[in-house]
């Protein structure tokens, strides 16, 4: 079979698409680190828990160390975090052909792909770009906080014809989130992270940080009722004391 891609497969029936019996979907290979791992889990959970999706979108996938095959002939590319909107997983998610994401299953390439450096080796700005440039994919995002390209920690781009360009914003538009750099503590490690943020700028939470604030809304509601009790208890015991009974 030639070499075949999103185009070629995007309205073929389901008889005509590759073979990808061929393909290796996974390989078993450990994440490189501690750091990475967790950046990747606080880029992909909040979104599950506490965020609705894009307006008019049937649905969202967001992942980790998941493969993208662009073409069915070429090596595919990892990213530490994708998203990709109008998609949703297959029933029988445990087929071969369903395992990662093959373009040409899913329909279209995902909007953003967050790579997170943690060494030199991983030509973030260079193969990788190209790569995920040729497959068309809207926003390129590096995070590198220790800065070992030598550039900003966070850096995004936007495909701008068939090149990225440099965005000034930390808003991407075309999915309606944006990214902001936050200085916390995630699952007990205090570090600058990457997270996701709404149009005003406040992070979109993780269903930890959800539930806090669900209990402390919850606590504030229960301490004001019983603030009002007692100022309803002091005023008929003074309206008593004037000989006047206070209507229940």
Request: glycine share 6%; with cysteine; proline share 6%.
């Amino acid at each position: 079979m030639s070499d075949v891609t999103l185009t070629d497969t995007a309205l073929l029936p389901e008889d005509l698409l590759p073979d990808v019996n061929h393909l290796v979907t996974e390989d078993d290979q450990p994440l490189d680190n501690l750091p990475s791992e967790k950046q990747q889990r606080l880029l992909t959970e909040p979104l599950y828990s506490s965020w609705n999706g894009v307006s008019n979108a049937q649905g969202f996938l967001v992942a980790a160390n998941v493969a993208l095959y662009f073409s069915s002939k070429k090596p595919p590319v990892v990213p530490d975090v994708f998203l990709s909107l109008d998609v949703q997983v297959a029933e029988n998610w445990w087929e071969k052909r369903h395992r990662s994401y093959f373009f040409w299953e899913f329909g279209k390439p995902p909007e953003v792909v967050i790579e997170i450096v943690s060494n030199k080796e991983g030509n973030e700005t260079g193969r990788k770009m190209l790569d995920y440039a040729q497959m068309r994919v809207i926003y390129y995002v590096i995070f590198d906080p220790k800065q070992q390209l030598g550039g900003e920690v966070l850096q995004i781009y936007e495909l701008q014809g068939r090149q990225y360009v440099p965005k000034s914003e930390q808003w991407l538009a075309d999915v309606e989130l944006g990214l902001c750099l936050w200085d916390g503590v995630y699952e007990g490690k205090r570090d600058v992270w990457l997270r996701w943020c709404n149009a005003d700028g406040e992070m979109i939470p993780t269903g930890a940080e959800r539930a806090e604030q669900e209990r402390l809304r919850a606590e504030e509601e229960r301490l004001a009722k019983e603030a009002a009790l007692q100022r309803a208890e002091r005023l008929a015991a003074q309206l008593r004391a004037l000989g006047v009974e206070p209507e229940v």
